[in-house]
């Protein structure tokens, strides 16, 4: 067997100090150090095998918190992991306490294709893994050609469409070699919440004078943003279906920017089948009773849950009886937007591999402001990280 672990990690803008990544927005050099410091006590705690990041805007900075990671796990376990020297001689229990460092693990990055110049950076994605990759990771973020979704009307009439020519942020995809399996892994970050609104050529738009309040025009911005992020969870769900009709396993992680029962995740994950067809209705019924068959109802159950996903938050809830994760903490509102899905390679079924034996949720250092004993602290991330403890069967 290989048990092996794989974490998602909002970072919260990673950049080096003194750079303006968003407007009036930067690090002074104490702040970054103090971010780095934080950062890299997280990465060690997480001691995760495959991490995925977001909201990386440079290379450099997420490898200097990897080194400094690595240096206090060296230290860690030169402290806590016995040997013929240390006067107790029971090493079970140390097994789990020592850190394996990232010496020999590969890094890939995924710049953002909308990045700009100070004042108007955008983030993209990385991926750590010991175990290499096989192949190059592949970006994904120009959408050739454009997905156009139509509409129609109610009435009569063209409806209009959707155009989508570029994801917000890119996609990263990475083939991961991990005991005798290859996993395909997708790292995203969908697009956020804010108001997407449209700024008039030298202006800015009215809906951002939150003193002249304009609630319809917000919604509308939101309304497009929520249009966006869903557009881009297809594009991924497109990419998903495919490794799997390949007959690759996939885990997909990231900031999904929504819940697990919101729209674009269930894009993500693909539909949850009806526990029996045979009661309905067939799509090219003549009669009132023609009813798919149950030998049917079989062959949409199998067509259905062989390309879906399993969140393992949701795994996890139901195995220890739980009643909430999160990993987002905005306004006193808390929910879980980070996530982790598995293809039924990890969950049981035809072909299954393996099996999820733990989750892990890191939130406690999660504070919006909203409670005046706990404010908000720009340094640490905004959101907890989430880990997956994952076993593969080596059959």
């Known amino acids: 067997m290989t048990d092996f672990t794989i974490a998602s990690f909002n970072v ?39 991490v995925g990041f977001q909201e990386i805007f440079d290379k450099a900075p997420l490898q200097d918190v990897i080194d400094e990671a690595d240096l206090r796990g060296k230290a860690s376990n030169e402290d806590a992991v016995p040997d013929r020297k240390k006067r107790y001689a029971r090493k079970a229990i140390f097994r789990k306490l020592a850190y394996a460092d990232y010496t020999d693990a590969a890094l890939a990055f995924a710049p953002n ?33 454009d997905l156009v979704i139509p509409f129609g009307l109610m009435g009569e009439g063209d409806g209009g469409s959707f155009r989508l020519d570029r994801l917000s ?7 991961i070699p991990v005991g005798k399996q290859v996993v395909t892994v997708f790292n ?22 939150l003193v002249n309040y304009d609630p319809v025009g917000r919604a509308l911005g939101a309304l497009r943003a929520a249009t966006r992020r869903m557009a881009e969870a297809w594009v ?21 920017n929504d819940s697990e029962n919101a729209v674009s995740s269930e894009i993500i ?25 149950d030998e049917e109802n079989e062959i949409i159950q199998e067509k259905i ?17 739980r009643d909430m994760v999160y990993t987002s903490a905005f306004g006193g509102v808390f929910e879980s937007i980070d996530q982790i899905l598995l293809s ?52």
């Open 344 to 395: 039924r390679h990890f969950t049981g079924g035809k072909g299954q591999i393996g099996e999820m034996s733990y989750f892990s949720v890191f939130n406690d250092h999660l504070t919006d402001g909203s409670h005046e004993e706990a404010p908000y602290n720009k340094l640490a991330s905004d959101h907890g990280q989430i880990m997956a403890h994952l076993r593969l069967w080596d059959a």
């Open 188 to 209: 995203c970050h969908l697009k956020s919440k804010l108001g997407e609104f449209v700024h008039p050529e030298g202006g800015q738009a009215p809906e951002v004078d």
């Open 269 to 293: 994950a693909g539909e949850r089948p009806f526990k029996n067809y045979a009661w309905m209705r067939r799509h090219d019924a003549k009669k009132s009773n023609d009813r798919y068959t």
């Open 169 to 175: 942020r890119p996609i990263l995809k990475a083939r």
């Open 113 to 145: 294709v909308n990045d700009g110049g100070p004042g108007e950076r955008r983030p993209g994605l990385a991926i750590l893994s010991r175990y290499g990759f096989v192949g190059t990771p592949e970006v994904i973020q120009d959408v050739d050609p």
């Open 12 to 50: 919260k803008n990673l950049i080096g100090a003194d750079q303006e990544y968003y407007r009036f927005e930067k690090y002074t050099p104490e702040e970054h150090a103090w971010k780095e410091d934080w950062l890299a006590d997280q990465v060690f705690t997480l001691n995760a095998d495959i």
């Open 236 to 256: 991924l769900r497109q990419l998903i279906v495919e490794e799997i009709k390949g007959g690759n396993p996939v885990i997909v992680l990231g900031d999904f």
């Open 305 to 321: 849950e062989a390309v879906r996903l399993e969140s393992c938050e949701k795994l996890f809830v139901r195995k220890s009886l």
